[in-house]
């Protein structure tokens, strides 16, 4: 059962013609500001100033022009859990592109804009409520980066995976072992029929390492001659996007979806000219990244790839490989037999937390701190962290907690509430108290939770951030694999506040963190939500 769509949502999706009207590049009335239903964040929940913990760059100027180019990052997790979210993901690719090239109009004389509607080319007041992406990049990214030292069920190479190369089905080692139509796994399990577009012709190398939609009709290079070069056929962008999202479900179950992203992006110089990932991404684009994922980041140190960042602290890298070692007891969780509980039992920051520290992908530390790391994804854009956006449709609650902003504000996200209250510095991660973090009961789909280091009593696993919407609980059998659920997120949560309420941005909030819950039965409200926020940071600051 799909959920019902606002009437802005559906006049959006059944426009009735593509064509553009009364083009301008100039702001709306009020701003164009509407209740986008998107949290945003001031000050600890929203509520005053940021205590910023001493850092970040400030005094930035926002962008003096709109822009129109973009380039999407998606991180698909593809664990053997995430079938069901992966067509509820590709389901809104189409709904996506329609609203970022296709925006609808507002009345330039009313108060407001008024409402949203399908544009009229023949009415002279009407103006495009956003501005309209003519320039389009989609990369996808896998979270399988193996179990280096180890060997572990599921997960094919174990000492890269698919080593953040965009476009894993052609590019990724792990995923040579498991394509979706014919894995060369025995153990791994093809997707049924029709969970690719018919489109998807079953040839690995098919596509490049990212798919174009182009549609500016002034420049020659949207007609590029080769194999998926660009298109400008959004049907046909629509059905690439999904070929090249739909990555199955026979991926390492131990993910490291940050890391992943981090190698896309920076270890493999996306916006170079001859890296893995060379020419993805734009000087002059805003950059959205969306993670799709249903469990903690796992991206555990490896000190081959440290790259300089333990230098920032004046330590040297502690390798936490060992953790992927099924005989080895010193980690959280002990000797459980679940290699999965090393990830959410352990202290955040001590001896037995594997994983990098969070500053490694957005760095608070004073732009004035010797040694600061200066690679995390804000160095992307550099004077301009308006145009880096980070979404997760993760493990975090169905209803995440909101108050409403005020005037035409969106809603605001008490991060405190998914998070714990904060100690001193509310950028200091491992300071929380997570004993104060959500939980409660979701309706009939039963009990859940976004505390640390909460194992079930009777499970392998710990409480769930949530349960698919719809489904029903059965005490007599909490461990039963019938009932879809997803594990708390903490780390991705962590991640989206700081670009969120981290005022990086001319000494403000940037205000571009975004969590949606993956137990949503769909998820058009989650990807209405994300595309809003790319179109507002595209037009005037």
Not at 97 to 124: F, K, V
Not at 471 to 489: H, L, N, V
Request: one cysteine or more.
């Amino acid at each position: 059962m799909r959920t019902r769509r606002s009437s802005f949502w559906w006049a959006c999706l059944f426009a009735a013609s593509l064509a553009r009207c009364a083009e301008t590049s100039q702001s709306t009335p009020d701003g164009g500001r509407r209740d986008s239903g998107v949290a945003d964040a001031r000050g600890s929940d929203g509520g005053g100033p940021v205590d910023s913990g001493g850092g970040g760059d400030s005094g930035v100027t926002p962008p003096r022009e709109n822009l129109d180019t973009v380039d999407l990052l998606l991180l698909v997790d593809n664990s053997g859990s995430m079938r069901e979210n992966q067509v509820n993901i590709m389901s809104e690719l189409g709904p996506m592109l329609e609203l970022l090239t296709n925006p609808p109009c507002i009345s330039r004389t009313m108060p407001g804009g008024g409402t949203p509607h399908t544009c009229n080319p023949m009415n002279p007041d009407d103006i495009r409520q956003f501005p309209v992406v003519t320039d389009l990049h989609v990369g996808v990214v896998s979270s399988d980066l193996g179990t280096p030292g180890s060997t572990v069920p599921g997960c094919d190479n174990r000492d890269r995976g698919d080593d953040g190369r965009l476009n894993p089905i052609r590019y990724g080692d792990a995923l040579a072992q498991h394509l979706p139509w014919m894995p060369i796994n025995p153990n791994a399990t093809p997707a049924p029929a029709g969970f690719r577009p018919a489109v998807c012709n079953n040839d690995r190398n098919q596509f490049p390492s990212f798919i174009t939609f182009c549609s500016n009709d002034a420049d020659p290079s949207c007609d590029r001659s080769g194999m998926f070069a660009s298109t400008r056929d959004a049907p046909t962008f629509t059905n690439w996007f999904k070929c090249n999202a739909g990555l199955f479900v026979n991926g390492c179950g131990l993910e490291s979806q940050l890391e992943a992203v981090w190698r896309a992006l920076i270890e493999h110089d996306a916006g170079g000219a001859s890296s893995p990932n060379a020419g993805f991404l734009r000087e002059r684009a805003l950059l959205a990244i969306i993670a799709l994922t249903d469990e903690e980041d796992g991206s555990v140190r490896d000190c081959r790839k440290d790259n300089g960042f333990s230098a920032q602290s004046g330590q040297a890298c502690r390798d936490a490989l060992t953790v992927y070692d099924g005989s080895n007891t010193t980690w959280a969780g002990g000797a459980t037999g679940s290699l999965d509980l090393r990830f959410y039992m352990y202290p955040p920051g001590s001896t037995q937390d594997p994983t990098w520290s969070l500053d490694r992908y957005y760095n608070t530390r004073p732009a004035s701190t010797p040694n600061r790391w200066a690679r995390d994804l804000l160095s992307l854009k550099p004077g301009h962290p308006e145009r880096v956006i980070f979404a997760g449709i993760a493990g975090v609650p169905v209803d995440v907690p909101t108050r409403p902003g005020t005037g035409r504000e969106p809603d605001l996200i008490l991060w405190d509430q998914l998070l714990g209250t904060p100690g001193a510095d509310p950028n200091d991660y491992p300071s929380r108290n997570h004993g104060t973090s959500m939980e409660g009961t979701q309706a009939t789909a039963g009990p859940f939770s976004m505390r640390q280091a909460n194992r079930h009593p009777m499970c392998s696993h710990v409480v769930p951030a949530c349960r698919r919407v719809g489904s029903t609980y059965d005490p007599m059998q909490p461990c039963a694999a019938f009932q879809y659920q997803a594990f708390p997120s903490r780390r991705i949560v962590e991640i989206a506040r700081r670009f969120d309420q981290f005022p990086a941005c001319a000494g403000q909030p940037c205000r571009n963190g975004i969590v949606t819950s993956i137990c949503a039965p769909e998820f058009s409200r989650a990807v209405r939500i994300i595309t809003t926020r790319i179109q507002e940071r595209l037009r005037i600051g």
